[in-house]
């Protein structure tokens, strides 16, 4: 039940934001908050990162399907998993998947206002819902580096001290 409500409040938090950067934006497009760095942009992206299949009519509907797809994955994952670190990170990349999943049945489009300048390079304009599925993927990969037996979602045998592992040949 957690897990659902951590998703909840983080697709609310995305749509949330998207619809206060189109309402504040939409007009001027641009708003400097560390000029030269970070601005706020309205722009509406209808591919998915760096505008991949964007200028495809049909790659929405890909776009769509894989990410609803993905999402029933997860959240069969996410219950059926007894780990809360692997949870967590599923929690994370599903609210994400769904922010920008319902943006592009909606709206035809995932509305993007985060934008970095680095120097003369320009990082691609991004969401709340890209920052949870890149900060989730990102504690997922730190979770299976560090613990690889989650994979079989069994817990790690531990080895009382006097114990000797035995090797079957």
């Given at each position: 039940?957690?897990w659902?409500?951590?998703i909840?409040?983080?697709?609310a938090?995305?749509?949330l934001t998207k619809?206060?950067a189109?309402?504040?934006?939409?007009?001027i497009s641009?708003f400097?908050?560390i000029?030269?760095?970070?601005?706020l942009?309205?722009?509406?992206?209808t591919?998915?990162a760096?505008?991949?299949l964007?200028?495809?009519?049909?790659?929405?509907?890909i776009?769509s399907?894989?990410?609803?797809i993905?999402?029933?994955i997860?959240?069969?994952?996410?219950?059926?998993?007894?780990?809360?670190?692997?949870?967590?990170?599923?929690s994370f990349?599903c609210?994400?998947?769904?922010?920008n999943?319902?943006d592009?049945?909606l709206?035809?489009?995932?509305?993007?206002?985060l934008?970095?300048h680095?120097?003369?390079?320009?990082?691609p304009?991004f969401?709340?819902?890209?920052?949870?599925v890149?900060?989730?993927?990102i504690f997922?990969?730190?979770v299976l580096?560090?613990?690889?037996?989650?994979?079989a979602d069994t817990?790690k045998?531990?080895?009382e001290?006097?114990?000797?592992?035995s090797i079957?040949n």
């Open positions: 039940m957690v659902t409500i951590i909840i409040l983080c697709v938090a995305d749509q619809a206060i189109e309402s504040s934006l939409k007009d641009t400097p908050v000029d030269g760095f970070f601005y942009t309205y722009r509406v992206n591919g998915a760096w505008s991949f964007a200028d495809k009519s049909w790659g929405i509907y776009l399907t894989i990410s609803l993905a999402s029933i997860m959240i069969v994952m996410i219950y059926k998993t007894t780990n809360n670190k692997l949870k967590a990170a599923l990349i609210a994400g998947s769904i922010g999943l319902i592009r049945i709206y035809h489009g995932v509305t993007d206002f934008d970095f680095f120097g003369s390079y320009v990082f304009t969401n709340v819902a890209d920052s949870l890149v900060c989730g993927t997922l990969a730190v580096f560090t613990d690889p037996s989650i994979l817990p045998q531990k080895l001290p006097n114990e000797e592992k079957e």
